[in-house]
């Protein structure tokens, strides 16, 4: 695949090549906005705004760029926000000369990436976790019930979900302190509260929604990908102890609304359609409002990269986003087809994902066998759960020949508990 190239340097192999063209929101001398990604620089949006570059696209548009969130940027739709896409992909690429012609321009439009603070990309409306990694809900289910029925009834017949707390969503970098809550740790014992003592990741990613809808109207699975703006990385972060006792009959309360972090740069399905691929067969067939053929998925490859305070980080899963059952297109057509809106930035999680090989599930709860197997980490340390000042680090990247088109980093530190 012959790969786009650019009068500015992009190292070898970057994840963030012109054929990426991510967005998020950045920090620069106290100020916050839409910005973009090209190797190691930074693109910022409002510099070009300001010359006029977008100028046949969204007319009168300085405010769009000037925005703390790209919520405003978003709802354009899809048509305007790829357009910018595309134009942004122009003024870099070797052929075009609109930009670089204009040197004072383009030496204040690009930053350097160590120059600015990436902060949350989007303020999160509605969020809705869904359980859609047939991998992972087996393994759930052989853990915690009978193996030979590990799934529930209903789970290959609907993508299962929740509506959990946006408030707690934060952007990589930020550090969150271990829960507390109430626990059981053995059922002829009495309840005690205190901090998680199984503390876990979940390996997912999200995609962001572009565009309202009306109370009582549904999405077509077919028409999904015009609601998708694109993607993060999301590690929905897990107290297990807290969940097993809270979570029935209503599922999980505390034990999922202390934390969860997404990656700063959203890629956009544009940028992802290089790598679409078919997904699992779903056996039976699912009713006619979640059926669709063709390739729904997206092959990314998934890590997770455990660190000790001090320490070296260890690979400790290796997954991928095209083991997921449900695609993103059923998904939202089952959480809209009840007549649920959708609103600009709303964030849907995908659930753990877990692949079929012991080294590449989504969790430590999998990945130790519900505490029966302990990771050895770098400094000969040994964790069944995640240790207060350890980081989790995980990346996302997809790749086809030369062309790579990665995520960045989704990383948090667990801090202690608050007194």
Known sequence: MSMIKSWIDIPHGSEFPLENIPFGIIKHQNSLRPASRIGDLVVDLYVLAEAGYFDQIIPNNLDVFSQPTLNSFISLGKRKTNAIRLRIQELFSADCSDLSDKPKVANRCLLAFSEVEMMMPVQVGDYTDFYSSIEHATNVGIMFRDPANALLPNWRHLPVGYHGRSSSIVVSGTGIHRPKGQTRPHDDQPVVFGPTRQLDFELEMAFIT?????????????????????????????????????????????????????????????????????????????????RQKGANNYDIGLEVYLQPEKAEPSLISRSNFKYMYWSMQQQLAHQTVAGCNIRTGDLYGSGTISGPTPDSFGSMLELCWKGTRPITLSDNSQRIFIHDKDTIVMKACATKGELKVGFGECSTTILPAKQ
């Open 210 to 290: 572009t565009g309202d809808t009306q109370l009582g109207n549904s999405i077509p699975v077919e028409e999904a990908e015009s609601h998708i703006f694109g993607l993060v990385i999301f590690n929905d972060l897990s107290a297990r102890d807290i969940q097993k006792w809270e979570y029935v009959p209503l599922g999980p309360f505390l034990s999922k609304s202390f934390g969860s972090v997404i990656s700063p740069w959203i890629v956009t399905l544009e940028a992802l359609a290089p790598f679409r691929v078919e997904g699992p067969e779903q056996l039976p067939e699912p009713l006619p409002y979640l």
